[in-house]
Structures are given as C-alpha cells and as structure tokens.
C-alpha cells in the first residue's frame, strides 16, 4: 500500500507505459503488414495471437531479469569489437528486418502479393512464425528498456500489459488503413527498413538516436497525411464533373 501511494511509482508506470507503446509501435507496423497478407477472415486471428505472442515473450522475459542482465555481457569478439548475445541477436533481427521488407516492397510493386494470399493455412503459419520471430527481437529491446527504468516487477509487467492493451485496440485500425492505401503501406515498409539498419547498429554499438529516427519517421507521416489530404480534396473536386458528364 505505501508503493501505491508513492507518486513516484505511477509517474514510473505511466512513463514507461507511453515507452512500451512507442517501442511496441514498429512491432505493430510489421504486424499489421503481415497480416494483411492472410485471407480476410484469417486476419483478425493472426493480429491477435501476433498481438499475444509479443505479451507473453515479454513476461517472460520480465520473470528472467537476471538473465536478461546477463545478456548485455560479451560473449563473441570480431572484427576488433565485442558482441553479447544482445548485439547479436540485435544484428539478426535487424538483418531480418531489412530482408521482409525488402521482400514485401519487391511483391508490392511486382503484383506478387495476390499469389500469396490464397495460399491457405501455409501463409497463416508462416505468417504466425515470422510475427514470433520479430516479436522476439522487440521484446527484448522493450524488455531491457523497462529493466533499466524501474525497480519494481510489478510495475514493469502492468505498464507491459497496459501497453498491448493499447496495442490491441490499435491493431485493427492501424491494419485496415495501411491496407487501404498502398502509399502508407510503401511508408511503413520503409520505416521497417531504418528501424532494422538502427538495430544492426545498435548491435555494433553504433548508437542512433532515437529521437532523430522517431522525428524522421513523423516528419514523413505528416507528408504523407498532407498527400492523402490532397489527393482527397482532388476527387471531391472531380466528383461534379464527373457527375455533370454522366448526365
């Protein structure tokens, strides 16, 4: 009851709430890529066990703080510098990042997206494989950031649980309108290809801001909130004129 009634304790909680969110947002991105790649009834599915997939690497990695902190040691020395099991699992997921992307781009504008969607349930464990893999390498990042800002499990696990709420009812929302317009699905692709050379360089202790890669990233959301603005107004402006022609 004296925890609870330390302001401290909820300023902790609410501030790394609002950090597992920002973090828990490029997992959100990739998630909702992936699943707009399943048959339309198998997508809500997908989002969710994705969704529970990331919650429960996060408990438990939480319950293995020790190990967690152990990770951060060297364990692997190349090319002059040393690696933990961070680094390179860092590097991996990274690298895996870069390479989905890359892919996902390739069959957005090679019309390739439409054979994979009637591939059944293949697509639908495939699809659950590659968000458990991604969800891994998030995990541990917003895993590491919640054990370097507070003390207290308890508070840890509820801003985590707190975040995938938040998460969750994003999810939809977020999948529906990157799939409705393919330029904001090209942007988030993009997005998933500097967080993924951001990764690798954290993983070679080659540290980039976070603070320039979230203001690039908003920078080119408001441009292309302004695009599709534009481009909104344009069809209502065409609307009457096509009217008046079909009469």
Not at 29 to 50: E, T
Not at 226 to 244: E, F, H, S, T, Y
């Amino acid at each position: 009851m004296e925890l609870l009634a330390d302001p401290t304790i909820w300023i902790s909680l609410l501030t790394l709430t609002v950090l597992e969110i920002v973090l828990g947002v490029d997992n959100l991105v990739f998630l909702a890529i992936l699943a707009n790649r399943l048959p339309p009834h198998q997508r809500a599915l997908g989002r969710r066990l994705g969704l529970a997939f990331a919650l429960i690497t996060r408990l438990i990695l939480l319950s293995m703080i020790a190990w967690i902190v152990g990770l951060t040691q060297p364990v692997l020395a190349a090319f002059g510098q040393s690696f933990s099991w961070r680094d390179i699992i860092l590097i991996c997921g990274g690298l895996f990042l870069i390479a989905k992307a890359t892919h996902e781009i390739h069959g957005s504008l090679e019309g390739e997206e439409e054979q994979h969607a009637g591939a059944g349930a293949g697509t639908f464990v495939a699809v659950v494989v590659q968000i458990g893999i991604i969800d891994i390498v998030f995990s541990l990042d917003s895993v590491i950031t919640a054990v370097g800002m507070v003390r207290e499990l308890w508070v840890m696990i509820a801003a985590v649980v707190l975040a995938m709420i938040a998460m969750l009812v994003a999810a939809t929302p977020l999948s529906n309108f990157v799939n409705a317009h393919p330029t904001v699905k090209m942007l988030a692709l993009a997005f998933l290809i500097l967080i993924g050379t951001a990764l690798i360089g954290e993983g070679f202790e080659v540290k980039i801001p976070k603070g320039y890669i979230y203001t690039a990233m908003a920078f080119s959301v408001a441009v292309e909130a302004l695009n599709l603005w534009a481009a909104k107004r344009r069809r209502r402006k065409a609307n009457p004129v096509q009217l008046r022609n079909n009469l």
